[in-house]
């Protein structure tokens, strides 16, 4: 119900909080597969499977970005434009993650 981000695929989660209570979020997620950036897990299995059969480094990264939805924001819209700000600030997000990819462990 939410529209996707930047080519990333967004959604609304609800999730228990330490008080019992429910806590709201909304998460964006995009997969970086080889040279493909992308929310679609259909374009993700299709990359993985060109990767493998052309002996492709087969390294992937999955990049979830995450904000709480506050009382008021009906449907989650500030908190994914709140995604959006932090996402553009992190500059290109296929750069992220290919630096996430090679930063050691």
Do not use: C, N
């Not at 981000?5 to 970086?32: C, F, M, N, Q």
């Amino acid at each position: 119900d939410l529209p996707d981000l930047d080519g990333g695929h967004a959604i609304r989660i609800v999730a228990a909080a330490p008080d019992r209570s429910t806590v709201e979020r909304v998460v964006v997620t995009w997969y970086r597969v080889g040279q493909v950036m992308t929310g679609d897990e259909r374009r993700v299995k299709i990359a993985t499977m060109k990767d493998r059969l052309s002996g492709g480094s087969q390294t992937a990264v999955a990049l979830h970005l995450s904000a709480e939805v506050r009382p008021g924001d009906r449907g989650g819209r500030e908190a994914l434009a709140t995604i959006a700000r932090f996402a553009a600030a992190m500059g290109p997000l296929d750069l992220a993650a290919d630096r996430i990819a090679t930063t050691p462990r």
